[in-house]
């Protein structure tokens, strides 16, 4: 049998419960406020949204109980820290395991099979829009390993997250009303409507916009339904490149074995010029090609600067980093569509090199651009003029010029070289 607490325990424990309560309010009270905000911000929204076409009806029925996901990357709150994107594959890790040749191997294989399988739409996706069926078919493998991946979270309330508190605010406000219209007039059900943090949706990974833009309803059922029919997703991810410029008939690259002394601060796309003249400089295409492709401007891409595979972009590869702006990305896509009809890995493997973390990279942007040698996004990504850019800085202090991101050359950023 319990026996009662004393007077002066009972009082301390009513203090102690007391003091909790009053910590836990104080501690959800800026939540429930963020969220009466939230909902503020919603409910502000419908003017835009009637003017899209969104029934009140819709507009009630999606937003009802619509609350934020604060976990979500690329967020600016006030009072917290900011939660980025540096987590995204593409921009953390090195080539090779982004790349990864296990990973190639077992899509391209996929890739062939299918290729097979939809061979009809496919060669009408090709006489429509003039991308070839490996490359539409590697950005669905890349994208979702051929609809195995279903994206984690429901789209609107990653839309609308964005748009309330994300770092790109304004273009997240309109991606939301055009979800909202999506789910109005029948192209998606909010059940299948789930997406990655960043509002991709679809088999193919369609922002809203882009779907609006060039969505394909190519099999006929009156929607381009990009969740299911793989025809449909197949044919408005090419009719978004044709639409940013595919040219038909142009490889995205080539792979190149570039001379030892090799300038790695020219690989940014404004330096530009025939491939027959970058031949003449002693990069050596890997395989032999024609005199239309000798004749075709490319630029220069060093992913890993002076180690790994080098390779000559054409105005191709640009196109499909409209789809994803990285270089990895470009490569993967590009790589995986050219061994669904070729085996042969890279001539040139990758190197072991490690790869700093994002703010490592964003404190070298800040010191480049102090130094007048960068101009681009502070964004803690090693992209192209990042890697052109701290090639200019090791010629300048002296340094083994390689055009990558390595702790010796931060070191020597903060010792002031």
């Not at 605010?169 to 055009?178: A, V």
């Not at 940013?244 to 690989?267: F, H, I, S």
């Not at 090199?353 to 007048?372: D, F, I, P």
Request: glycine share 8%.
């Amino acid at each position: 049998m319990s026996r009662p607490l004393p007077a002066g325990c009972r009082c301390l424990l009513a203090g102690l419960i007391a003091w909790t309560l009053a910590l836990t309010f104080a501690a959800s009270a800026p939540a429930r406020a963020a969220d009466g905000a939230f909902t503020q911000f919603i409910a502000s929204l419908w003017p835009e949204a009637q003017a899209a076409g969104v029934t009140r009806a819709t507009f009630e029925r999606e937003t009802a109980g619509l609350e934020p996901d604060y976990k979500l990357p690329d967020l600016a709150l006030p009072g917290r820290p900011s939660t980025g994107a540096g987590g995204q594959a593409e921009f953390v890790q090195v080539p090779a395991a982004y790349v990864k040749e296990a990973t190639i191997a077992r899509l391209a294989a996929e890739g062939q099979r299918l290729m097979q399988k939809y061979k009809a739409p496919l060669d009408r996706i090709e006489a429509m829009f003039g991308v070839p069926a490996p490359v539409v078919l590697a950005i669905w493998g890349r994208e979702t390993d051929f609809g195995r991946y279903t994206s984690p979270h429901d789209a609107l309330k990653v839309l609308a997250t964005q748009a309330y508190a994300g770092r790109r605010k304004d273009q997240y406000r309109t991606e939301f009303i055009l979800a909202l219209k999506m789910l109005n007039d029948g192209d998606v059900s909010r059940k299948d409507f789930r997406a990655s943090w960043a509002g991709a949706t679809g088999l193919t990974q369609f922002l809203p916009s882009d779907y609006v833009k060039h969505g394909v309803d190519l099999d006929g059922t009156g929607h381009a339904d990009i969740w299911h029919s793989v025809p449909d997703a197949l044919a408005s991810a090419a009719k978004q490149l044709a639409d940013k410029g595919w040219q038909p008939g142009v490889r995205w690259a080539y792979e190149v074995l570039a001379p030892v002394n090799a300038d790695c601060t020219m690989g940014v796309p404004e330096f530009k010029q025939p491939i027959a003249e970058w031949i003449r400089a002693r990069y050596a295409p890997v395989r032999r090609l024609s005199a239309t492709e000798v004749a075709q401007p490319a630029s220069l891409l060093q992913p890993e600067g002076t180690y790994g595979p080098a390779f000559l972009t054409t105005a191709n590869y640009f196109v499909i980093k409209q789809y994803n702006f990285s270089d990895l990305y470009v490569l993967f896509v590009g790589h995986l569509s050219d061994r669904m009809t070729d085996p042969s890995p890279f001539r040139t493997p990758w190197s072991a090199s490690s790869q700093l973390k994002t703010k490592s990279v964003e404190a070298m942007q800040k010191h480049l651009a102090r130094l007048g040698l960068y101009s681009d996004k502070i964004d803690g990504k090693a992209g192209m003029q990042t890697r052109a850019a701290l090639g200019a800085y090791q010629k300048s202090a002296g340094l083994k010029v390689d055009c990558w991101p390595s702790e010796a050359v931060l070191n020597a950023m903060n010792a002031g070289r």
